[in-house]
């Protein structure tokens, strides 16, 4: 779960780390007043949506061309920019084109910046552990300094067992070239961060860029949190911070039946039981030549009634131009995703082809029931031949 910048911030202040005071403003006037409340003369407004890039992105029916986070130096100039920003949409390179409403903006104090650091902590893969990761590119894309500038991003993971200690953030504040005040306020941040990331179940804390001011103040200029899901339940006070105008509406309608669904940008629709089935059900679809417009795992325990669901998400997707289902039934029985296949197909008036590969408990039942249904279902036998069916027959339909 994402959670807004001000929202990222102020959990971060009650962990100590080091931030600017701002106001959140749903409204030009709200805008206005939270700047009144600052001391100027520089006031930074930033668009408020779960994408990175806002200050590089664009307003389409701004013809300054100006971006996402502005800086502005009076009062009127906040009004200008909340008045541009609050109700447009914003495109930037994480929105794709067609952008993202601004619904709120962050009015922030300005500073003045001696030096820009990156900062991050999330979960390594590979180890398993916490790790923190650390620059001296700060303001850049992580990635982007990943395949330039290698051997500028600092890595330092910490044992679960053992936790953060201080060798730990004495090699951060060595690598990043800090001393002095600037090295103490930099450790106080570093353990706030750690705190708040593990005390609140984060998969990712992410800080771009971390700034050094001219007085050596260390301060998070920007913030970005992202919460494990399997750990929210732990944390109700969390759940109030969910932005749901910012999720896709598919992969809300999935959670409320407790399907895995997760929206692409292809074609074909994919229902399939089990994470690793659905993943490999992806790749044998790019292999045919088309893509997947989805990722979708319907669960071991799927009932009849969360199939036809996950039918309906997958056809809301105006994008799909056919179905592949792929059930190897397990603990699923292949019955029950035939019995669910056929209610939900005539419950939607199925209008792009389908493909369905049933294999495993009760297969003979599930293909019966399939054969037995008078629609224009196509079988196939295995994976191989469901992906080259579906394919063909999309190709046919268009």
């Known amino acids: 779960m994402n959670i807004h910048e001000y929202q990222a911030k102020e ?63 009076s009062i009127e100039e906040v009004r200008t920019a909340a008045d541009a920003m609050i109700g447009h949409v914003l495109v930037t390179k994480q929105t794709g084109p067609a952008g993202r409403p601004v619904h709120r903006v962050y009015v922030e104090a300005g500073c003045e910046i001696a030096r820009e650091l990156y900062f991050s902590l999330l979960v390594d893969r590979a180890s398993g552990w916490v790790t923190l990761v650390a620059s001296t590119e700060g303001g850049m894309e992580i990635e982007e300094v990943a395949t330039h500038h290698p051997e500028k991003i600092l890595r330092v993971a910490i044992d679960p067992t053992t936790r953060l200690s201080g060798h730990h953030v004495r090699r951060l504040t060595f690598g990043l070239g800090l001393a002095g005040e600037q090295a103490r306020s930099f450790g106080k941040i570093v353990n706030g961060l750690y705190a708040a990331f593990t005390s609140l179940d984060c998969s990712i804390i992410e800080i771009n860029p971390l700034v050094i001011t ?124 035939a019995e669910g296949v056929v209610a939900a197909a005539r419950d939607v008036r199925l209008s792009v082809p389908l493909v369905v590969r049933l294999e495993g408990t009760n297969v003979e039942l599930g293909r019966d029931i399939l054969a037995r249904s008078n629609m224009r279902i196509i079988a196939a036998s295995d994976l191989a031949d469901a992906a080259e069916k579906i394919v063909a027959a999309v190709k046919e339909a268009a």
């Open 11 to 73: 959990l971060l202040k009650r962990h100590g780390v080091a931030v600017l005071g701002g106001y959140v403003a749903w409204t030009v006037d709200e805008a206005v007043a939270g700047a009144g409340k600052l001391p100027g003369p520089v006031y930074v407004v930033k668009s408020q949506i779960h994408a990175g890039g806002r200050g590089a992105g664009r307003f389409a029916d701004d013809p300054s061309g100006k971006g996402g986070v502005r800086v502005t130096h």
């Open 214 to 337: 001219k007085a050596d103040a260390v301060v998070a200029l920007d913030a970005k949190i992202c919460f494990d899901d399997n750990g929210l339940f732990r944390h109700p006070e969390l759940e109030k911070l969910r932005d749901e105008a910012e999720e896709d509406p598919k992969e809300l309608e999935a959670e409320k039946h407790g399907l895995n669904y997760v929206a692409l940008d292809g074609n074909i629709g994919c229902m399939v039981n089990g994470a690793g089935l659905a993943m490999a059900t992806m790749d044998i679809i790019k292999l045919y030549g088309m893509t997947p417009a989805n990722f979708l795992d319907v669960g071991g325990g799927a009932t009849k009634e969360r199939v036809t669901a996950a039918f309906k998400i997958i056809l809301s997707d105006p994008n799909v131009e056919g179905i592949l289902v792929n059930i190897f039934g397990g603990i699923m029985r292949c019955d029950v995703i």
